[in-house]
């Protein structure tokens, strides 16, 4: 069983570009949740999306930050006109629905921002 | 929102002694709390969690201890090994998914 997959791993934009992060849960889970980790910091809730609904999007800047999980496909985070306060690694989680309310959640190996 | 503190930021110890890591809570209906280890560009990766109607669980050479009272749980690492060396992350969720986390004690096992 695969576990989270993420891609790009590393992405680099220079300013005022467009940024999209991908992330496929876990065979079977169907709640994803995106987090941003600053250097030396710990993790962000930025995020939580299930098939087609935005559940949580209450960590999510208001502007130029946007999430989808389409009913085919993986999730996907897109970051407009990126600025340099964006760089950071972006961390995808999974659960599956029986332990949606439990909490439990799986990370993928993140994708690693650089604006330049 | 739920507010999680973690302390200590950095913990050295050597090969063979314990280790504890504390985080306090601020939200009461949190009721799920997990632990992350993180090693260098790595993923977290979940390690033990604890729920709210227990006050300790163990797993080999790792224990967490609960305490709802007073909003704090604990992380007990016995026999380390240069191998435990990362940062480990505290967190909290009430319970509809959204974790909470600590920001994170760095680790270092030294031989």
């Known amino acids: 069983n695969a576990g989270v997959m993420q891609n790009p791993r590393h992405l680099v934009r220079r300013r005022g570009q467009e940024a999209r992060l991908r992330c496929s849960p876990m065979k079977g889970h169907s709640h994803v949740y995106w987090y941003r980790q600053l250097p030396e910091e710990g993790l962000k809730f930025m995020v939580y999306l299930q098939k087609e609904n935005i559940i949580d999007e209450s960590g999510m800047p208001k502007e130029r930050f946007s999430a989808e999980f389409p009913k085919e496909g993986p999730s996907i985070l897109r970051i407009q006109q990126v600025v340099r306060g964006d760089s950071a690694a972006y961390f995808c989680?999974?659960?599956?629905?029986?332990?949606?309310?439990?909490?439990?959640?799986?990370f993928g190996p993140g994708t690693r921002l650089t604006v330049t | 929102g739920e507010n999680v503190e973690q302390h200590p930021s950095t913990l050295s110890v050597q090969e063979g002694d314990s280790a504890v890591i504390k985080c306090t809570y601020s939200?009461?209906?949190?009721?799920?709390f997990p632990w992350y280890k993180q090693e260098l560009g790595k993923r977290p990766q979940l390690i033990i969690d604890?729920?709210?109607?227990?006050g300790e669980k163990k797993d080999q050479r790792i224990a967490v201890t609960l305490n709802k009272t007073a909003k704090h749980f604990s992380l007990h690492i016995t026999e380390t090994q240069p191998e435990d060396s990362a940062v480990y992350f505290c967190?909290?969720?009430?319970?509809?998914?959204?974790?909470?986390f600590g920001k994170g004690t760095m680790l270092l096992v030294s031989p």
């Open positions: 989680a999974s659960s599956p629905p029986g332990l949606a309310l439990t909490g439990e959640q799986y």
């Open positions: 939200d009461s209906a949190s009721n799920y």
């Open positions: 604890i729920r709210s109607n227990v």
């Open positions: 967190a909290a969720s009430s319970g509809y998914s959204t974790l909470t």
